[in-house]
């Protein structure tokens, strides 16, 4: 076998291989138009080989004629494949151009098969054997064809077109690409553009041999498009495992949220489509079967908790931050529950819509709960008040007698006035003034135990500390005068009104003030002292009671732990109860060592501003 003929069968087996190969692939890629016009072009390159060994080998000048008539029909079919290969791979390159190589070339098919040998001779003369490669090889003679011009026209626009798309993937920085893939096509179609003028217009005496460079070029380009399906390959796999990593974290996900029975879902934000869990679907009693649209959802929401719920929503797809809101949603039957839904905008898949997304839990066991926590504590509040009263019972007793008293010796002084011939009118009157004034007194104070023993629920209302702290001390004031504590007050009359319950807030102070006077029981008389002052704590009050008594144990905490106490006969709950009066106003209540001797007590309480 002679060189020309091993080295073209080469050629031809490794353009096959190549074709073979991105051909069965492409079907499976999602990249196929790559693949398909790749495989293609090796074909051709195959087709070339053939075709050219076929003329180095022919007997006779018709043999010539006919298989560079097929050689033609193979470059068509190249400039297509290089078209379709480039614009695929590349992704740019101006599409008229293409288009325009390639319907110029698809025209000089015509004059290849029509009214001549083919569309580089009008006729095959001749045939003579000259050496090439070691080997005698047959070239052509005859009279040009003037179509040829049409062929070499189309070639100048590929060349055109190739330099447009090489430039453009440069510039977008796809230069490897340009390189190899732009530049390998440009110089081997200049090349073979070369040729063709050089042996068909006569001006060399050599054979058509352009198949061996262009394998160079479609392997290099088949290296290139490889690197392309190794990356892609690695890409998939690792897709794959992010797939399997994915689906293990959904199933995660769903089984955390089927035990503590939460319905995960997500919103179209576009028309309002809703997906969710079985468990949602259950909570909101909806339809296990049916497409599910936002308004299904709105529907079984109670009617007052709707305009939140939307509004909510609307939030949260204008900011972007999570939404959390309770709500009522309403069964078939009309049984109520609690629902609490987070929610958050996430983006949607690529070039759609974002969506909201979330997990809706039943508070209906906890509000129950709560509830009942709350009737609870009402109930412990008002047997911490009773507590507290009883052991007021004395200065109480005090409060009510002085005006009883008063009541009755302005009474008898009045009947002994009437008893007169000519009573003094001015004098009764001045008298039943003071009856009428000690009678309110009495009332008053009544007025207030029966607050202070009520069980009503906590109700807020903007209250001045500074006056509740008065009240307070009116109604210990036989008390304190009593055991000898001097109250001083030191009132900051800028301090802010407080949200609060009035009994609630008295029931603390009550405790508070009866602790100090306890805690002064073995301290001199002259040396009794109550301080009790208010300032403004940031954006709300402070009330501090310092008192000279025996200060604080070491671990001034225990002291606000239930059921601790140093008084005989108490309960050790008041100063639990007065703790957890303070946080529910949102506030705090702690102890500390006085300085001077004693303890001190503060009571801070945010603002109503502060609160709004």
Not at 158 to 167: E, G, N, T
Not at 233 to 252: G, H, W, Y
Not at 386 to 391: I, L
Request: net charge neutral; charged share 20%; proline share 4%.
């Amino acid at each position: 076998m002679s060189w020309v003929t091993a080295l073209w069968s080469m050629v031809i087996a490794a353009s096959l291989t190549m074709a073979a190969i991105y051909g069965l692939a492409w079907p499976r890629r999602q990249d196929a138009g790559v693949n398909l016009s790749f495989a293609l072009l090796a074909l051709v390159t195959a087709g070339f080989a053939s075709a050219e060994l076929w003329m180095m080998k022919a007997q006779s000048p018709a043999d010539y004629a006919t298989a560079l008539r097929w050689f033609q029909v193979l470059v068509w079919l190249g400039v297509l494949a290089i078209v379709a290969y480039v614009r695929f791979f590349l992704r740019t390159g101006r599409v008229w151009l293409g288009l325009a190589a390639g319907v110029m070339r698809t025209l000089t098919l015509v004059p290849n098969f029509v009214g001549a040998a083919n569309l580089n001779f009008l006729e095959v003369q001749r045939i003579a054997s000259v050496p090439f490669l070691g080997d005698q090889v047959a070239v052509a003679f005859g009279p040009p064809n003037s179509w040829m011009l049409l062929g070499q026209l189309s070639l100048a626009l590929l060349v055109a077109f190739l330099l447009d798309a090489s430039v453009a993937a440069w510039r977008r920085g796809q230069r490897r690409r340009a390189l190899v893939v732009g530049g390998g096509l440009v110089g081997f179609v200049c090349a073979g553009f070369v040729e063709a003028i050089l042996v068909f217009w006569h001006l060399v005496g050599m054979p058509i041999a352009t198949s061996p460079f262009f394998l160079i070029v479609v392997g290099a380009m088949g290296f290139e498009l490889r690197r392309d399906l190794v990356t892609a390959a690695r890409l998939t796999r690792e897709l794959e495992v992010k797939d399997a990593q994915l689906r293990l974290s959904e199933e995660r996900l769903s089984l955390a949220a089927e035990a503590v029975d939460a319905g995960l879902w997500s919103i179209d934000t576009v028309d309002g489509r809703l997906w969710t869990t079985d468990q949602g679907r259950a909570l909101f009693h909806l339809d296990p079967e049916r497409d599910l649209t936002l308004d299904d959802v709105l529907a079984r929401i109670h009617p007052q908790d709707r305009p939140q719920v939307q509004r909510e929503i609307a939030q949260a797809l204008a900011t972007g931050d999570k939404a959390r809101v309770e709500y009522r949603a309403l069964g078939p039957s009309g049984d109520q529950r609690w629902l609490v839904s987070w929610g958050r905008r996430c983006a949607g898949h690529a070039g759609q819509a974002p969506i909201l997304t979330g997990i809706t839990l039943d508070l209906t066991a906890r509000k129950a709960m709560e509830a009942e926590t709350c009737r609870q504590r009402i109930e412990l509040a008002h047997l911490a008040r009773a507590a507290t009263v009883s052991e007021l019972s004395g200065a109480l007793a005090h409060e009510l007698n002085q005006p009883l008293a008063s009541i009755l010796s302005n009474a008898e002084a009045g009947q002994m006035l009437l008893a007169q011939a000519s009573p003094n009118l001015s004098e009764i009157k001045a008298i039943l003034d003071d009856i009428v004034a000690e009678d309110q007194r009495a009332a008053e104070v009544i007025r207030r135990l029966r607050a202070l023993l009520r069980r009503d629920a906590p109700e807020l209302r903007v209250l001045d500390c500074n006056a509740l702290i008065q009240s307070v001390l009116t109604l210990l004031r036989g008390d304190l005068t009593d055991r000898g504590v001097v109250v001083d007050l030191s009132l900051n009359q800028e301090a802010p009104a407080v949200p609060a319950d009035r009994v609630l807030l008295e029931q603390v102070l009550l405790n508070l003030i009866a602790n100090a006077a306890d805690a002064m029981t073995a301290t001199p008389p002259m040396e009794r002292r109550l301080t009790i002052t208010t300032d403004r704590d940031g954006d709300g009050v402070r009330i501090t009671l310092s008192d000279t008594g025996q200060g604080l144990p070491t671990d001034a905490g225990d002291i606000f732990a239930p059921f601790v106490t140093t008084k005989p006969q108490g309960l050790g709950m008041g100063l639990a109860i007065g703790r957890t009066v303070a946080a529910a106003h949102h506030g705090r209540l702690w102890a500390e060592p006085d300085p001077a001797g004693g303890a001190r007590f503060h009571l801070s309480l945010p603002g109503a501003a502060e609160c709004a």
